[in-house]
């Protein structure tokens, strides 16, 4: 009886030892799965040889210079920047405004709405629903201008970020709001003196959550804008190829890594300063 005991406990202690060793290595595979990317990200910009192969042959700024003397360069970044901070500025004051009035006010079936318009912006995507977009654009006379595109993004993006800052709201003691009325505090007072200072990391992970969306976004802007010179970075950075197809390696790597300064930066700024949180921490 002891001897099987102490068999059943070895075989036991084996397969855990097994189990932890395929863990560990599934781990390993993910982490080198992601890492090269980043990698090759780092790298490739500096290489004086860039390739499809994360390796630095070589070091040099000379990618730098070929991509800042590329007259599509600045353009395209601005014009992101003014896509991307147009939508976000758009999402953060409609998602407030939205997220607090669904805190506050009793409406019949507001959990259900809420919930159905966010399955919904999760279900129909940019990709089926671009063509009645673009009639409708069309028939609004915004094809081919840049509100139109931020316009359309926004709407896109609101739902989900109604339903992250109602959160936030809901978290607010409503006996903040009744002591300012008290005081005779109308309501866009108690909004802009109250709520909103409650609910600024809210706002700024929306906020950056919004911007991260609308700066990578290929598709809505290279369907919507015929004009090259109104295209964002993610739509130019698709044209670093030649006529055969084959991609300029050292535009695309160098263009790549500029692109997503700005997006770190801001990620590092607003974590900070606020910190990201995806629900309230207000306790009543």
Same mark, same amino acid.
Request: charged letters at 10%.
């Given at each position: ?7 059943s406990?070895?075989?036991y202690?084996?397969?855990r030892v097994l189990g932890?060793?395929? !863990?560990y290595?599934? $781990?390993?595979?993910l982490?080198?799965?992601?890492a +090269? ?6 790298? %490739? ?6 390739? @499809?192969?994360?390796?630095?042959s070589?070091l040099?700024?000379e990618n730098?210079r070929?991509?800042f003397?590329?007259?599509? %360069?600045?353009?395209? +970044?601005?014009?992101? $920047?003014?896509? #991307?901070?147009g939508?976000?500025?758009?999402? $953060?004051?409609?998602?407030? !405004?939205a ?11 507001r959990?259900?709405?809420? @919930? ?10 940019g %990709?089926a ?6 009639l409708?654009?069309?028939q ?13 993004? %926004? ?5 989900a970020?109604?339903?992250? !800052? ?6 607010i ?21 109250? =709520?909103?200072? !409650?609910i600024?990391?809210g706002? #700024? ?5 919004? *911007? ?7 598709? =809505?802007? @290279? ?9 964002? #970075?993610a739509?130019?950075?698709y044209?670093?190829y ?7 390696f050292? *535009?695309?790597?160098?263009f ?5 300064v ?18 309230g921490?207000?306790?009543?």
């Amino acid at each position: 009886m002891t001897a099987g005991m102490r068999a059943s406990s070895g075989g036991y202690v084996v397969r855990r030892v097994l189990g932890r060793i395929v !863990l560990y290595a599934g $781990i390993c595979v993910l982490t080198v799965f992601f890492a +090269l990317p980043l990698l090759w990200l780092a790298l %490739t910009p500096f290489s004086k040889h860039p390739s @499809y192969q994360a390796t630095l042959s070589g070091l040099t700024l000379e990618n730098f210079r070929k991509l800042f003397d590329n007259p599509q %360069t600045w353009p395209s +970044l601005r014009n992101s $920047i003014y896509l #991307a901070g147009g939508s976000a500025v758009l999402v $953060i004051v409609l998602a407030a !405004l939205a997220s607090y009035a669904l805190s506050r006010v009793r409406v019949p079936g507001r959990d259900q709405l809420l @919930y159905a318009l966010l399955l919904l912006s999760s279900i129909v995507t940019g %990709t089926a629903a671009m063509v009645p977009i673009f009639l409708m654009l069309y028939q609004l006379n915004l094809l081919d201008r840049q509100s139109g595109v931020i316009l359309v993004l %926004t709407g896109g993006l609101l739902p989900a970020a109604v339903f992250m !800052l109602k959160d936030f709201v809901d978290s607010i003691p409503r006996s903040y709001e009744e002591s300012a009325r008290v005081f005779g505090a109308k309501p866009g007072q108690i909004l802009r003196h109250i =709520v909103l200072p !409650l609910i600024r990391p809210g706002m #700024a992970t929306v906020g950056v959550w919004a *911007l991260v969306q609308v700066w990578g976004n290929f598709l =809505v802007p @290279y369907v919507l804008l015929s004009n090259p010179d109104k295209q964002p #970075a993610a739509v130019v950075m698709y044209t670093f190829y030649d006529a055969g197809g084959q991609p300029n390696f050292a *535009l695309i790597s160098t263009f790549a890594l500029v692109y997503s300064v700005p997006v770190v930066v801001l990620y590092l700024f607003v974590n900070k300063r606020y910190g990201f949180a995806f629900q309230g921490g207000i306790k009543g």
